[in-house]
């Protein structure tokens, strides 16, 4: 049909039109993937203590949500034989926190059962004053005893800012699909338009012999 072929002008439009967009799409993609990274980072942890000897222990302490805010906090440590990745079981550990000035805030129990990486012993606790504070984490042990702390600085806690929630970022991931299939489905929309261009010129002359 003559109103299905494109001129080599509009071809070529449609063709530039093509090309111009995904390089955008693309642009788009890469930057809600890299600020779902980003969201998803903000739940992690920070080393206090890597691997360091304490009594009979190797002893790896993390803190979480990072930086630390008032709140719910999480203590998690890796109890280890040194110079083996053997987990030692059987310990108890508790975390003591206490003020810069040495007043007591809790003593919390650290468990198998708290930590979601069950390798871990964690305590997880209300904090709900910023400042600084003391932590000390100190184990009982099949092999013995041994103790360990750092100082940590606890901010105010965060207001609820929307690039915060974990839904809008899985939205944001999830709509990704339908973009990915119509920027690849743009792409094979040339390849139609000249199939059918080059169809109807080969049609062509035998239309103008019939007419004769």
């Known amino acids: 049909m003559p109103g299905t072929a ?5 071809e070529s439009r449609l063709q530039h039109g093509a090309g111009t967009r995904q390089p955008v799409l693309l642009a788009a993609l890469l930057v809600i993937s890299l600020a779902f990274a980003a969201g998803t980072r903000a739940n992690g942890g920070q080393v206090r203590i890597a691997a360091e000897p304490v009594g009979p222990y190797e002893v790896t302490v993390f803190t979480s949500p990072e930086p630390l805010r008032a709140g719910e906090l999480d203590v998690s440590v890796l109890l280890q034989r040194p110079d083996s990745p053997q987990i030692v079981e ?29 390798l871990y012993y964690a ?9 600084l504070y003391r932590i000390t984490v100190e184990i009982d042990g099949p092999e013995g005893d041994g103790t360990v702390g750092f100082e940590a600085t606890v901010e105010p806690a965060a207001g609820s800012a929307w690039w915060r ?34 169809a109807s010129r080969s049609q062509g002359p035998e239309g103008v012999g019939e007419g004769r």
């Open 123 to 131: 305590a997880k606790f209300p904090l709900e004053q910023p400042g």
């Open 6 to 10: 494109l001129s080599p002008h509009a």
């Open 90 to 118: 059987g310990a108890r550990i508790e975390v003591v926190v206490t003020t810069a000035g040495g007043e007591t805030v809790g003593r919390f129990p650290a468990t198998h059962e708290q930590a979601t990486n069950k």
């Open 165 to 198: 929630s974990w839904w809008l970022w899985g939205m944001l991931a999830l709509l990704q699909l339908p973009l990915i299939w119509w920027l690849f489905s743009e792409r094979s929309a040339p390849r139609r338009g000249r199939w059918t261009a080059s």
